[in-house]
């Protein structure tokens, strides 16, 4: 059965670093892409980019390139989505899913982590 | 970017009864390999998104039959012929021809 499991919510203070994590399972993880998406609350769907654990080739869309980093880690199966610095407004649900070889679909879910950056 | 466009923003339906929801994108998603990457994801109130429908028509793994999806070039349709409790969230098309974008979302309620 293929599995995400996200990390635990968090809560800090604007300007402290982040790396919140989703652990696959269940599937080839160094075979299929695994993407990033922001849900900010009471709003949509947002797409933040996506790594192949295999070669670690990752790609981000143009509104969060430079404000995180996305990281796998072939040891444990697990993608890492990161924050140098944070900032209020990344206050949001975060999502991973993995996306299908053939399909391009987003077939599987983490059940997400929130994070909440207040001081 | 490809800007996808969902109509409408809110859909009320009465129980038993169809609902459609329309998805436009600013360019068309048939990619150079003849496919078109085009998806639908259900999301229920406190729930993770999940897929319904894959490449405008396929369902996915255990989605019920009243779910269709149909369209090319640049517009496509979700369709629930006969609409249940259940089905009360947010629905989103995504396309993945070109990098990945959402529409907006359309909220389904019953009347």
């Known amino acids: 059965e293929v599995q995400l499991v996200q990390s635990g919510a968090e809560v800090k203070e604007p300007g402290e670093s982040l790396k919140i994590s989703c652990k696959t399972s269940?599937?080839?993880?160094?075979?299929?892409?695994i993407g990033w998406v922001r849900q900010m609350p009471g709003k949509g769907l947002e797409w933040m980019g996506i790594i192949y654990p295999g070669d670690s080739d990752d790609r981000y869309s143009l509104s969060f390139r430079g404000q995180v980093t996305i990281s796998a880690d072939k040891s444990t199966s697990t993608t890492y989505l990161q924050w140098s610095s944070l900032k209020a407004s990344d206050s949001a649900m975060y999502y991973c899913a993995r996306r299908s070889r053939t399909t391009k679909s987003l077939e599987y879910w983490g059940q997400g982590t929130l994070v909440t950056v207040s001081s | 970017e490809i800007v996808m466009t969902q109509t409408p923003l809110s859909l009320p339906v009465t129980l038993g009864q169809p609902a459609s929801i329309s998805c436009r994108s600013s360019q068309s998603l048939l990619h150079s390999d003849g496919n078109t990457y085009l998806s639908w994801l259900q999301q229920r109130p406190g729930q993770p998104p999940r897929l319904l429908i894959y490449q405008v028509s396929y369902r996915f793994s255990g989605v019920p039959d009243r779910f269709s999806g149909s369209g090319a070039g640049t517009d496509f349709t979700l369709k629930i012929s006969r609409v249940e409790a259940e089905d009360v969230g947010i629905y989103y098309c995504?396309?993945?021809?070109?990098?990945?974008?959402f529409g907006q979302g359309t909220k389904l309620e019953i009347k």
């Open positions: 995504t396309q993945a021809t070109q990098s990945d974008t």
């Open positions: 269940g599937y080839s993880f160094t075979n299929y892409w």
